[in-house]
């Protein structure tokens, strides 16, 4: 864990604030990659997920950009609500679970609202190795797009287009025309709200992308029905016990009550932190994390949100 302080603290759009975050020592943060994130301990018990927006080479300073969501489940609201200039915090290292591939001869980046904070440091890097990319950042509205000054500063600006819904027509984004006839060394990155991202990788999925070239992040699960979830049981491969998973609570939840400690963060399937291997029976996916590829191969799981398509899951614990 490393404490930090808030030193700086600023509206950048509607709902939208961004905090600074640096040692109260001075002493240089961990180094960290275009895409990575922090886990960040609030005052109350909550830990969340924060991308980190500013360019990847600086390490005097962290920036974050929050939404304050009326769906928030406390975090974002506590963020705006508390977070002043001089409040310390907890923060993990940085983890990079949205890496950019450095190497791709073309990167098309699209964020929908906050998903401009881990794009916008992608771009920082590809523009600082002189890649060549493109940028389409999707708003509501030009009061609710985050960071828009600096990305009309930039020096890659003219590679960014701007999309608002209440906009004209022509500016709109054309996902469809935007994703056509992809080439085998272009790489595509999308974080928003999960409508926005289904749209985006449903139609590069359409128009032939293979799924190790469109990368992704999400920030929240979309809700889930647990009205006809059932039991079934876990067992522990190291001691063979066998617990059992009542419909109302999840795998996470009885390793927990049962004195086992398995690393957790999101709690809805989306930051992989939980990530537990499946040595046998088939899990019912839930997460978001797992590639459609990597579920199909039922050899890992996320027991907090995942559950069980067969009696019995055997977990590597």
Request: with cysteine; glycine share 6%.
């Amino acid at each position: 864990m490393i404490e930090v302080s808030v030193v700086a603290r600023h509206s950048q759009a509607q709902d939208i604030c961004s905090f600074e975050l640096a040692r109260a020592d001075g002493a240089p943060l961990p180094a960290f990659e275009a895409g990575a994130h922090i886990d960040v301990h609030l005052p109350d018990g909550l830990i969340r997920q924060y991308s980190l927006c500013n360019p990847p080479w600086e390490q005097q300073r962290y920036l974050i950009g929050v939404l304050k969501d009326p769906a928030s489940r406390g975090g974002s609201r506590a963020m705006h609500e508390q977070m002043q200039v001089g409040q310390k915090l907890a923060i993990s290292e940085p983890r990079n679970l949205f890496p950019l591939a450095e190497d791709a001869q073309r990167s098309l980046l699209f964020a929908g609202g906050i998903g401009i904070t881990p794009i916008l440091c992608m771009a920082e890097r590809l523009h600082q190795l002189g890649a060549d990319f493109q940028l389409h950042y999707c708003a509501r509205s030009s009061e609710r797009a985050a960071f828009v000054e600096r990305l009309q500063a930039s020096p890659f600006a003219e590679r960014v287009q701007l999309h608002f819904d209440d906009g004209p027509a022509a500016q709109r984004l054309d996902a469809a025309a935007l994703l056509a006839k992809p080439a085998a060394d272009t790489h595509l990155y999308v974080c928003g709200p999960g409508g926005f991202m289904a749209h985006v990788l449903s139609t590069a999925k359409a128009q032939g992308w293979a799924d190790e070239r469109a990368h992704r992040e999400y920030f929240a699960a979309a809700p889930v029905s647990h009205e006809h979830d059932g039991s079934f049981a876990v067992q522990l491969v190291s001691s063979g016990q066998i617990l059992q998973i009542p419909a109302d609570k999840s795998v996470a939840a009885v390793l927990e009550a049962s004195g086992i400690v398995i690393p957790l963060s999101c709690e809805q399937g989306i930051c992989g932190t939980c990530l537990t291997r499946v040595l046998a029976g088939e899990p019912e996916h839930r997460d978001l994390f797992l590639t459609e590829a990597e579920q199909a191969q039922n050899d890992q799981f996320t027991p907090c949100c995942s559950r069980a398509k067969s009696p019995l899951l055997v977990l590597d614990l």
